[in-house]
């Protein structure tokens, strides 16, 4: 069965950087699109980044320039750079999987990992 198990996430001051991983099993990672979302109280979930089996990425606008989406397919971990974090970066990261990156809202996902900037 699909297992996604975040890790990664801590509390950082303003304009620090964090690194996120999600470690993927249980499916054929490389033919499979990986994304991130995050879940910040009070607001709706929102997809930040994804990368397509042919490394396609797409970004949203709010992290685009500070966040980067990787992934070591060998390893079948999928990796989140953060940069110059602010206060509205904080929440409930987690990391989905879907067969294609238009199904990720609907796709498999990890259970989190937190992400406080202060």
């Known amino acids: 069965h699909v297992q996604l198990v975040e890790s990664g996430g801590g509390s950082v001051q303003a304009g620090g950087s964090l690194t996120l991983s999600c470690t993927a099993s249980?499916?054929?990672?490389?033919?499979?699109?990986m994304g991130w979302f995050r879940q910040s109280p009070g607001k709706e979930r929102e997809g930040i980044a994804s990368i397509g089996s042919v490394e396609n990425t797409n970004y949203a606008d709010s992290v685009k320039g500070r966040f980067t989406i990787s992934q070591d397919s060998a390893k079948n971990i999928l990796y989140l750079q953060m940069h110059s974090l602010k206060p509205d970066d904080s929440g409930l990261y987690y990391c989905a999987t879907a067969r294609f990156c238009y199904h990720l809202n609907n796709g498999y996902r990890g259970q989190g990992t937190q992400v406080t900037v202060s």
């Open positions: 249980g499916f054929t990672y490389s033919r499979y699109c």
